[in-house]
């Protein structure tokens, strides 16, 4: 009989195949990655599918958590100075076998010197053969940091800076930073295929590229040759596409995938009563808040700033905003950051004094002001449009007529930081663990192009900020931060409303999954039976 | 005959520039960069904005990349993704097979259906059936399509478990792509079972598509199905005493169904533009979820591109419907 005609006959009879020995991981993902060259991208959709799986770096978060731990670095020293770190590398790491390329020899320096040198040096020739942009990299300011990589021995590996970085070993833990094959690098560029590094991943971590079909499906082997073989409990590990958060959720419950992310607020009443699902939870390591424009008139002025902070009703946001799975902030940074200084105390909510505070600035009633919404749900305000409609009514109570603007992101984005708004919507999500990604990134002053949308450049707080990123000793950095916590509140260049809560729902049978604070989904350590 | 063609020919070139310079012109009116969309509430470094831009050859002038654009296509590049780097050509390639699958179901679903419904209501004009075919096909017309796909997950594939929530097929079957075709794929793998899996992952998204089209169909057949049936030469067969069947099927569905073929062609276009929201329910992954997700990074070569193709194809089938209705129908041809 043909194959055709055998499977016409047994199509109709089987309506699903059994996998009996394997143990196989159906992953619900939101999007399509851009490609497999983590370096080239900044959005948890490509991290997730490549960084997470294919890949390890010389640090890595431990899951579930935000502190650094070794990974292909077995351990690292720091110099006096604080300016060279010396990594030493773990021995027998072997990058995965694909039909694309069987390595020669184990993971070693070289691997690490093409990794970084790619991405300091424009004229590297495989960046000349494949010209990319590596904008995480970049944006942490590691191009302008790194002075030099170089190595030792085969196994060592050390990193010169320019400046102090307390942070450094967070920033080479994250996606981003993931070790490619120099080998493989060489026999695609002898090929004239430098391309493919973004299409034909090769790596060392716990799964092995197989297939990708765009908009449906990404496709990967448990890594039999990992170094952390525990690690490995997945023989196939699938990524089934789907955009809509209401389909995924409804795969779930039907068990077509077993994993899935980011629900919806309104389909997680269904999903916590469904008893084959378990749906843990954690708070966000998310912050949403509004961003006063300090150099415009009347924002220019603390008094205005603290009236319409005080004139918040946060409670009622979380309520309405989030549904409940949010939680009231009150620092520049969540709970769950070391350094986060729990005896700062919000102001109380009071329209009356608000009012006061206005009169005594010279603010008339009804003075009009701008307030932009965000025109996409983003981790850490799934409803800009809502909130501003609130704050909008909040402010009314006090005399101040809010306009609510709205923008395309990416246009919303370049006008924010061209400053050309009154008070505006925004939020963060954490990346690498370290306080100074909070209270440096977003209210320091040599942000004020970027990040810091309040344009707010306080000398006494920059002071404690870049003192902090300065000195390696925790401790100290803590009590500088804590002090820096005081300026923020009291100067208030913006007003923290919500930390969103995490929830990650998943198949009762999968186990080991540990929720990143960072929003990462990674399967090593995971199984499924 | 050949003039006919002649003068259809000669307005696809026009047709063509206009739909050029449409696309080109829309996604740019649209604000917002690629690169400021890719880097989210991050700082873009204004040294690497202006390298991505140009690299991207999106820092000339506007007319500037628009003769690019058209010297692109002359030499028939269509360009790469500026997300995956990969040449626009061969991601619609990969991508428009599951496409076409989806519509000739939706429209075997439709036509059948459709014509079936049309003809019985036609012949039992005024009954309870005509009034409950032209009801439902009203409401099938309005239907927002995004509502109806996820009524019908909710109802048969979370509900009675009867149906798959959403792709192509159980992503456990492990299929190549030789053609694409998934149907024809599965056969192709001699993965036992895996034809029907993915003959019912076809259903409801099948059904969902082809909703509009039923509802345009049935309605034209049921009217030109009266039509037809008041003309003398079906009064002529019945009096020459012809069976009923005879006299509804040879005499009158085979004039009917003339002008319900334009309409079949007329409905390639509506189907296309249904599937972009039927794919992203279903997440079926064709060119119509490839040109959503498209338009969200500002990937300004696929989305000028892809509807570029789409147009074309709309252009072409129209054109051969055209040509086809010509032929059928002696009279079209020679009007001005």
């Known amino acids: ?529 | 005959m050949l003039s006919f063609i002649a003068r259809r020919l000669g307005l696809l070139i026009p047709t063509f520039f206009g739909v050029t310079l449409l696309t080109f012109a829309l996604i740019r009116l649209i604000p917002g960069d690629p690169v400021e969309v890719m880097m989210g509430e991050r700082r873009v470094d204004p040294e690497m904005h202006a390298q991505a831009m140009e690299r991207l050859g999106l820092n000339k002038p506007l007319y500037q990349q628009y003769f690019d654009y058209i010297g692109q296509l002359a030499s028939g590049n269509l360009g790469e993704s500026l997300r995956s780097r990969e040449s626009v050509w061969r991601e619609f390639l990969t991508l428009f097979p599951a496409t076409v699958e989806l519509a000739l179901a939706a429209l075997l679903f439709a036509g059948t259906l459709g014509v079936i419904a049309g003809v019985v209501a036609a012949l039992k004009r005024g009954s309870l059936f005509d009034h409950g075919v032209m009801g439902i096909s009203l409401t099938g017309y309005s239907m927002p399509i995004f509502w109806w796909g996820l009524l019908l997950i909710m109802f048969f594939s979370v509900g009675l478990g009867w149906t798959p929530v959403s792709g192509r097929i159980d992503l456990l079957y492990d299929i190549p792509p030789v053609t694409g075709f998934m149907l024809i794929d599965t056969l192709l793998s001699d993965e036992p079972g895996a034809f029907g899996n993915a003959l019912r992952h076809l259903i409801l998204p099948a059904i969902v598509l082809g909703t509009i089209p039923l509802a345009v169909i049935a309605r034209m057949t049921r009217s030109a199905m009266l039509e037809v049936l008041r003309e003398d030469y079906i009064r002529t067969a019945r009096a020459k005493g012809l069976s009923q069947a005879r006299v509804v099927f040879v005499h009158g569905l085979r004039n009917a169904l003339i002008p319900v073929l334009t309409v079949f062609g007329l409905q390639i276009g509506s189907l296309l533009a249904g599937a972009v929201l039927t794919e992203t329910i279903f997440s079926w992954p064709g060119i119509g979820k490839w040109l959503i997700e498209s338009i969200g990074a500002r990937d300004y070569p696929v989305v000028q591109n892809g509807i570029l193709l789409i147009a074309c194809l709309v252009i072409l089938v129209n054109f051969t419907v055209d040509i086809l209705y010509g032929l059928a129908n002696p009279r079209i041809r020679h009007q001005k």
């Open chain 1, 1 to 529: 009989m043909s194959p055709l005609c055998k499977a016409l006959l047994t199509a109709g009879l089987l309506t699903s195949a059994s996998f009996a020995h394997a143990s196989n991981l159906v992953y619900c993902s939101e999007g399509s990655p851009g490609g497999f060259d983590p370096g080239q991208y900044t959005t948890g959709t490509d991290f997730d599918a490549a960084s997470e799986t294919i890949f390890n770096r010389l640090a890595e978060f431990e899951r579930g958590g935000t502190k650094a731990q070794p990974a292909l670095a077995t351990s690292w020293d720091v110099s006096e100075d604080g300016l060279t770190y010396t990594f030493h590398l773990r021995e027998g790491v072997k990058f995965h076998t694909t039909d694309y390329f069987k390595p020669t020899r184990d993971f070693n320096a070289d691997d690490v010197l093409f990794t970084y040198q790619r991405m300091l040096d424009r004229n590297h020739p495989f960046r000349q053969a494949y010209p990319s942009e590596f904008p995480y990299f970049t944006d942490m300011g590691l191009d302008k940091n790194i002075a030099k990589v170089e190595k030792t021995d085969d196994m060592t590996v050390v990193f010169t800076l320019n400046a102090v970085d307390a942070a450094f070993v967070q920033n080479l833990a994250m996606n981003f930073a993931a070790i490619h094959s120099a080998e493989y690098a060489d026999q695609l560029l002898k090929a004239g295929k430098a391309a493919e590094i973004n299409q034909k991943p090769v790596g060392t971590g716990p799964f092995v590229f197989s297939r990708y079909q765009k908009d449906a499906v990404i496709r990967f082997k448990g890594n039999t040759q990992y170094w952390a073989p525990e690690q490995v409990k997945i023989d196939n590990l699938i990524f089934s596409i789907n955009t809509d958060a209401s389909v995924r959720a409804q795969k779930l419950r039907a068990g077509e995938c077993h994993v899935t992310l980011n629900p919806r607020p309104a389909d997680l009443q269904s999903l916590q009563a469904d008893k084959n699902l378990n749906v843990p939870t954690e708070p966000g390591y998310n912050l949403g808040y509004i961003a006063y424009n300090v150099t415009r008139a009347p924002f220019d002025k603390r008094e205005v700033r603290q009236a319409l902070d005080m004139a918040v009703n946060k409670t009622a946001i979380i309520d309405a905003v989030y549904q409940g799975a949010g939680q009231l902030a009150v620092n520049g940074m969540p709970p769950t950051q070391w350094s986060y200084d729990e005896s700062i105390k919000d102001a109380a909510y009071d329209p009356e004094k608000a009012k006061e505070l206005l009169k005594a600035a010279g603010v008339k009633e009804g003075t009009e002001i701008t307030l932009w919404a965000m025109p996409v749900q983003r981790p850490y305000n799934p409803n800009a449009r809502l909130m501003a409609e609130m704050l909008q009514n909040d402010w009314a109570k006090i005399g101040i007529k809010a306009r609510i603007v709205s923008y395309e992101w990416g246009e919303y984005i370049k006008r924010a930081h061209a400053g050309e708004h009154d008070a505006m919507l925004i939020g963060w999500t954490g990346d690498n663990g370290d306080p100074d990604n909070w209270l440096g990134t977003l209210y320091g002053c040599a942000s004020v192009d970027g990040n810091n949308f309040s344009k707010w450049c306080d000398a006494e707080y920059d002071k404690l900020v870049v003192a902090a990123k300065r000195v390696t000793e925790q401790e100290q950095r803590s009590e500088l931060y804590r002090q820096a916590q005081a300026v923020l509140k009291r100067e208030v260049p913006i007003t923290p409303i919500a930390h969103s809560t995490v929830y990650q729902p998943m198949r009762s049978s999968v186990k080991g999954f540990e929720i990143s604070p960072f929003g990462r989904n990674s399967f090593s350590g995971v199984s499924n039976n």
